[in-house]
């Protein structure tokens, strides 16, 4: 009976995705815990998933040429090797109890900040216009792929809501479609490498990954073709609040 519920998460989380192209971690990390998995189990089984259920998005954005290899490049050299080094760090505790409270704290921080971007995309784009030069702007978003690495690891959130406006920033004449394609492109080595690294600490739940992805795989293909009739500025408030107020619970008790 469980592995009908992880079915039914990962479908509910996948049309979420394919409506309104939220991030699945910030939505299935939090579900996840309500399930009652420990946090540390939660985060690296979801940033498994993630990696797998994306690589799919990746080879038609790529087909489609929305992929900006050079940016793409840049993050991942700042971000698998922070990814690679929390890891490290994690292993250093004796058992996962002893960083659950990190888990936890960092995961409401993340959820706050990927709530506000939902809500001010457009705002914060236009206030931080940027007009660095490709090199400048190039070593910044490796140094946002360090950050995004850290942070990515230790809640499986922010890969996609704040990767994507880390470039929007950086990157103001980047075309919409490349921005979407860059930063999945970059999402899925990134949660790949941090959900492997998760695996090597024990933190994932085979049996619960692969209900998640039978639920999430082709919910998020008819969550793309049912976009058009769904209207964002309705629903992505109201994820926002929900992903808001998940994370001032984790960060605050």
């Given at each position: 009976m469980d592995f009908f519920w992880y079915v039914l998460a990962g479908l509910g989380v996948g049309l979420a995705v394919g409506i309104t192209g939220v991030g699945g971690g910030s939505l299935m990390?939090?579900?996840l815990l309500?399930?009652?998995f420990p946090p540390h189990i939660a985060i690296g089984t979801d940033l498994l998933y993630a990696g797998i259920a994306k690589s799919?998005?990746?080879?038609?954005?790529?087909?489609?040429?929305?992929?900006?290899?050079r940016i793409m490049g840049a993050m991942a050299a700042g971000s698998l090797p922070a990814s690679l080094l929390t890891?490290?760090?994690?292993s250093n505790f004796e058992h996962p109890e002893h960083y659950q409270h990190i888990l936890t704290?960092?995961?409401?921080?993340?959820?706050i900040s990927t709530a506000l971007v939902i809500v001010f995309r457009?705002?914060?784009h236009s206030l931080f216009q940027t007009n660095l030069s490709q090199t400048k702007?190039?070593?910044?978003?490796?140094?946002c792929g360090i950050v995004l690495g850290v942070f990515v690891t230790l809640t499986s959130v922010g890969a996609g809501a704040l990767g994507t406006a880390m470039m929007m920033l950086l990157f103001p004449a980047m075309a919409a479609r490349n921005v979407v394609g860059t930063d999945l492109a970059h999402a899925v080595p990134l949660t790949l490498v941090a959900g492997l690294g998760h695996v090597l600490l024990g933190n994932v739940d085979y049996y619960l990954l692969a209900g998640l992805l039978i639920g999430s795989i082709p919910a998020i293909y008819v969550g793309t073709k049912i976009a058009s009739f769904v209207?964002?500025?309705?629903?992505?408030?109201?994820?926002a609040t929900a992903l808001a107020s998940f994370g001032v619970k984790y960060l605050f008790f």
């Open positions: 990390t939090p579900l309500i399930f009652g799919t998005g990746v080879y038609m954005h790529a087909r489609r040429g929305n992929v900006n290899w890891v490290l760090a994690l704290s960092t995961l409401g921080l993340m959820l457009k705002r914060l702007s190039t070593r910044y978003i490796f140094i209207p964002n500025k309705v629903l992505q408030p109201i994820l």
